[in-house]
C-alpha cells in the first residue's frame, strides 16, 4: 500500500525507490548513507516539533499586521467569510482557495522570517561570479534572510505591511526578489508545506470569530529579541478582540 504522504517518501528512500535523491551523497554524487528506519523517526518526529513554535510565532506576527491594518484584516475576512460559504466548512481545498490569505501569510514571512539567518556549509570551492571571491570547501555561509527581505531593491518600502507584494502582476514585475523564509533548494524546510498549512489555518479560525485591535500599551513597531536564533518578538502580543 502507498500513501500519499511524507512518510510514504522516506521509506521509499530507504527502500532506494523512487525517491533517489533523498539519498545522502559526496560532493561526486556518490552514495554514502541510506536512510535508516531511526533516520524516518527522527525526520518525521522533527518535521512537527520545528513547524510547532516557527507557525505559533507567525501567526503572533500576522495577527499584529492585521491589527494595525484594519483594512487588509477586514479584507482577508471577508475572502475567509466568501470561501467558507462556498466549501461549508474548512477544507485544505478551502484553504488553498484563499489567495489574499496566502499573500498575507507571505508577507508576514518577508517582514518577519522565523529563522532571519540560514546556516550552510560549502561543499566545495565556490568562485562568486563576476569576482575574484573564492568560497573554500568547508567554509561556514550565513545567508541574511531578514537582510534580502528588507532590501528596498527587491521589496520597495520594505517597512510597510502590504500584502500585494504578492500578487501575480506585482511578482512578475521582480521576478528575481528573494523570498526564503524557508530555505531554498535541496536544503529547503521539510516541514514548510505542514507550517504553511497550520499558519493559515490558525489566522482563519482567529479572523473568521474575532475583530482584533492591537492594545494600547504595545510598542509599534515590534522589537525582535536579539539573543535567540529563531525571530521573536521581545513583548508578549496583547490585542483587543470583539466576537464578529
Not at 527522527?42 to 510547532?52: I, N, R, V
Not at 513554535?53 to 506576527?61: K, W
Not at 571571491?133 to 545567508?143: L, P
Amino acid at each position: 500500500i502507498e500513501r500519499k504522504d511524507f512518510l510514504q517518501l522516506m521509506l521509499q528512500s530507504k527502500h532506494h525507490g523512487k525517491i533517489n535523491e533523498n539519498d545522502r551523497v559526496d560532493e561526486n554524487q556518490k552514495i554514502k548513507h541510506l536512510l535508516t528506519d531511526n533516520d524516518i523517526v527522527a525526520e518525521s518526529f522533527f518535521m512537527y516539533l520545528a513547524g510547532y513554535e516557527t507557525s505559533a510565532t507567525t501567526m503572533v506576527f500576522a495577527l499584529h499586521e492585521l491589527a494595525l491594518n484594519q483594512e487588509i484584516q477586514n479584507k482577508l475576512r471577508n475572502e475567509i467569510t466568501e470561501v467558507i460559504e462556498k466549501h461549508g466548512e474548512i477544507t485544505y481545498e478551502a484553504v488553498m482557495d484563499m489567495e489574499y490569505l496566502d499573500k498575507v501569510v507571505k508577507e508576514t514571512l518577508r517582514k518577519y522570517p522565523i529563522v532571519p539567518v540560514l546556516p550552510r556549509t560549502c561543499t566545495k570551492d565556490y568562485k562568486i561570479p563576476n569576482t575574484n571571491v573564492v568560497i573554500k570547501k568547508g567554509t561556514a555561509v550565513q545567508i541574511p534572510c531578514i537582510g534580502l527581505h528588507s532590501d528596498p531593491e527587491f521589496y520597495p518600502n520594505p517597512k510597510i505591511f502590504d500584502p500585494e507584494r504578492f500578487s501575480v502582476e506585482n511578482k512578475m514585475r521582480r521576478p528575481d526578489a528573494p523570498w526564503i523564509p524557508f530555505g531554498d533548494g535541496p536544503r529547503q524546510c521539510l516541514g514548510m508545506r505542514l507550517g504553511l498549512l497550520q499558519t493559515k489555518v490558525g489566522i482563519i479560525t482567529f479572523i473568521k470569530n474575532f475583530h482584533i485591535f492591537l492594545d494600547k500599551s504595545m510598542t509599534v513597531p515590534l522589537q525582535p529579541q536579539k539573543s535567540i536564533f529563531l525571530y521573536h518578538p521581545v513583548e508578549e502580543l496583547l490585542l483587543r478582540i470583539e466576537k464578529v
